[in-house]
Nanobody, 124 residues
């Protein structure tokens, strides 16, 4: 069992940056690949980025590539999502998730553990 807690969300102006953190507890964090998802108001939850267990491989959905960076520090049991050049369309609840699968996955049902989410609001 892994417990995940996101932090770092908030209100930011367009063009600004935020760094989200995902603190893990329970079983060994490095045993899980990690992903970030988001759910805009009134929309389905969507994939943002994922990172392998070691941190050596990453994958992004197209619109985030170049603006968002996923990383992890297994020694600190923490994952991160650095978000730059934010725009109002990035407004959403952001979730981190963990999976014991050996490859990077992008579908919500492939993730076994989820955090409670953190709100990111980007004003124009």
């Amino acid at each position: 069992q892994v417990q995940l807690v996101e932090s770092g969300g908030g209100l930011v102006q367009a063009g600004g940056s935020l760094r989200l953190s995902c603190a893990a507890s329970g079983r060994t964090f490095s045993s899980y690949a990690m992903g970030w998802f988001r759910q805009p108001p009134g929309k389905e939850r969507e994939f943002v980025a994922a990172i392998s267990k070691s941190g050596g491989s990453t994958f992004y959905t197209g619109s985030m590539k170049g603006r968002f960076t996923i990383s992890r520090d297994n020694a600190k049991n923490t994952g991160y999502l650095q978000m730059n050049d934010l725009n109002p369309e990035d407004t959403a609840v952001y979730y981190c998730a963990a999976t014991s699968r050996h490859t990077i996955v992008v579908v919500t049902t492939d993730y076994e553990y989820w955090g409670q989410g953190t709100q990111v609001t980007v004003s124009s």
